[in-house]
């Protein structure tokens, strides 16, 4: 038996997000970090054509932001919350506290030295971190990438072009560290066992009642049942990509240590063998994602 | 009200993308000099203005760095957990 875990405008808003955003990331690495990811500028057909892109992309990503914001939004205050357990936006202390406590017992529980595994409703502390961080992470993206794109219409820039690189490095950096969150999403979402090769729940928008009484025990009693069939994964290869995303997160954690600051060129990278592999490794990984995320959409439309 | 809901987020996104759509390819970095130039401002408020900014930039420099560090720590052992985590409910799942 399934559940309804996700809408339709969900599903559309993760699959048109996550594409544009990891194609963003693919596009945009290599300004940051040429010497490693150069040969990224060879596969689109050269810098030019590869900066033109990251500003289609950026373009598709700012409508999707500016649409499915203003959707979610205004969903919520003409229908409601409906069986999702975020209350008044998540931004009440109470909720705050109930998603704080959640992430402690989780962990404590995740480390044996809790016996029960805490109750979560629609979305877990990870998951409602995730709805948080990463809009907040895109606005940043967005609002810095504007500045660049058009820096004649900032008076702080034109009346102080060092600025410029003082935006420019944050945008570098939020980037960097939406490569690391990318990965470990995937990683804890798609690799894990019981979800690889890939959690089709956000790409066909249903969930099978039993992963649902067991991770999202207390949603179970107000999800809608659906129609569909549940397919078991239970393959061992989940361990060896498990393992290949964390090797590749340790790597890239090692990335900002070889980081130096060179003042207006930023925070630059030295050719390191260790750097190249970890940044090379994520990008071929981005572009997996995004063909493995078009199929998983394709498909989930279908089922 | 569906309707209603889907028409006013679809305004209000067009309404946003506008200044870049119309911009997309005139102010891109592909129709040559877009970036404002040190040479635009006057040479005697230059020196200070550069002295300035290159301070400022250091110190965001430093700031982005030291940040990128602990988040990347955050980030492995954050994600070690999980995977654990997945592992032991994947086994009460089959259990």
Known sequence: MMLKRFSWHQRLAHFVGSVSGMMLLITGLPIMFPEHLGWVFGIFGGSTVTMFLHRVFAVILIFSFAYFGTYFVLERIVRGRGDSNIKNFGLSAEFISEVVAGAVRDILWTLGLRRERPKFGKYDWIMVSDIYLLPVLAFIEIITGTIMWFPRSFDFVTSNPGLFFVVRTIHAGVAFFLLLFVLAHAGILHLTPGNFPINMSIFSGKISRRKAEVEHEKWVEVAEEVEGEEKKSSSKLCYVFGAITIVNLIALAYVPFAMRNEWLAGLRVSGDGIVTFALGLGVVTLIVYVIASVIAFVKGIKS | ?95
């Open chain 2, 1 to 95: 009200m569906s309707r209603a809901i889907v028409a006013v987020a679809f305004v209000v996104a067009l309404i946003a993308l506008y200044p870049y759509v119309s911009n997309i390819s005139t102010a891109s970095s592909l129709k040559g000099s877009y970036v404002f130039k040190w040479s635009e401002i006057p040479i005697e408020k230059r020196g200070t203005l550069y002295e300035e900014s290159l301070k400022t930039v250091t110190k965001f420099n430093n700031a982005v760095k030291v940040l990128l560090e602990i988040a990347g720590i955050f980030v492995v052992i954050l994600t070690v957990i999980e995977y654990y985590k997945y592992y032991k409910i994947h086994k009460e799942e089959v259990e």
